[in-house]
């Protein structure tokens, strides 16, 4: 019986994956919905590796996908980093600078901006617009890619788990019935 594939290729697909639908700006918000994209990851890193899993191998078990999610989660984090910090040395904020946008203009459009105090739009303006990444949204990355991954690799194994061949009880027949009117 051949052993199993080796589980690192199919997760660093899927954190590829995550680390792009992570660290674009605008193509992130796909992550506002439920951690869709890093979900999306994991669930993909199962099926590269159903894909490449032998038919005569052991079958995938639920150990199999959490450890795939996990490790896609991680490498994702990996790369969401290394694109968002990419993105951030060459055009800026871009994300942050459209929310502070739509804030001002809906804030103009309320009749609130006039009576905000002039320091409180240069705070948020400052704090917005800041173009280095924070070790805590790292560090955060580190810790949540990985959980969502677990999700995405669980939503994978219900998928593409072996199916349970459904077997007939074995017993003695009995003969039909008669209904006596």
């Known amino acids: 019986m051949p052993e199993k594939p080796s589980k690192?290729?199919?997760?660093?697909?899927?954190?590829?994956?995550?680390?792009?639908?992570?660290?674009?700006?605008?193509?992130?918000?796909?992550?506002?919905?439920?951690c869709a994209g890093v979900i999306i990851g994991g669930f993909l890193a199962v099926f590269f590796y159903k894909k490449d899993l032998p038919p005569d191998a052991p079958p995938l078990t639920n150990n199999d996908a959490l450890a795939l999610g996990a490790l896609a989660g991680l490498f994702g984090a990996l790369f969401s980093n290394i694109i968002s910090a990419g993105f951030l040395l060459t055009i800026g904020n871009v994300a942050a600078s459209m929310v502070y946008d739509v804030v001002v203009w809906g804030y103009d459009k309320a009749g609130i901006l006039d009576k905000m105090p002039p320091e409180a739009l240069d705070d948020m303006k400052s704090q917005m617009h800041q173009d280095t990444i924070s070790p805590m949204n790292v560090l955060g990355s580190f810790i949540m890619l990985p959980l969502f991954g677990l999700i995405g690799g669980l939503i994978g194994y219900a998928v593409y788990k072996p199916k349970k061949e459904e077997k007939t009880p074995e017993g003695p027949t009995l003969p039909p019935m008669e209904i006596k009117n």
């Open 8 to 34: 690192l290729m199919p997760a660093l697909y899927g954190g590829i994956i995550i680390g792009l639908l992570s660290g674009i700006p605008f193509i992130s918000l796909i992550n506002c919905i439920c």
